[in-house]
């Protein structure tokens, strides 16, 4: 049997006897490790709850994974080949544009907040991050991007700022004077409409200042409170003589709890 050598180009002729083998051994190690590393990538965007697609300079969808599918409801099959326009909400157009305008001069984009649309229609916050695309020459040929819905965290803020808000409406409408006192400083960091018609101060003149500066309170009656505070963390039902800003002298009853905010 006689076969051509492909390495050398030499004709080989084949016996059934021999006494000599011609072994060729390729290193392919890099070859495999850059197929295990792809293959890792692949599936950790395929798998990835984000939603990671990559788009050409037209906008065009080239890829499109699993988590794409379950933020915006479209399958793979629904988008490949359609403009990235579906997703952008009518008032939101002019994103594109501008976004591809900055990746093609090498601008890499992170955490750009917006709003995208499902394929129910429903419009949702995200947060996205590009990257260009390049090719083997290192052209800009395209863009690749992933999206992490917000729709929870922005809940999250919506009702942390919406207990602040009641917070607030009753912090300032108590009908009791209400403060807050930063510390261990001991200023004052805020007070109330009541606490301003009981001292005769605006709250302008009271934020920065400790009750001493003020002359509002007894010097050994504020340690006490502070000391009790430190040890207990609240200081309640203690009556306490109290001075307005016209000197007059009152007598309270306060309660102080400690707090941690933020």
Known sequence: KVIKDRIFGMTVHLVPQFNVARIYAYDITERKRAEEAQGRLAAIVENSEDAIV???????????????????????????????????????????????????????IENFETVRMRKDGAIIPVSLNFSAVKDA??????????AHDITERKRAEEALRESERKYSLLFDKAAVAASLTKMPEQVFADVNETFEKLFGYTKEEVVGKTSLELGIARPEERAATYNELERQGQHLNAEKHVFTKSGEERIVLINVIALKLG
């Open 54 to 108: 990559s788009e050409d300079l037209n906008g065009i969808i080239q890829t499109w994974n699993v988590g794409a599918e379950k933020i915006f409801g479209y399958t793979a099959e629904e988008t490949i080949g359609r403009n990235i326009s579906l997703l952008i909400p009518p008032d939101h157009a002019d994103e594109v544009p501008d976004i591809l305008q900055r990746l093609s001069q090498g601008e890499h």
């Open 137 to 146: 020459d290192g052209r800009i040929i395209g863009a690749s991007k992933i």
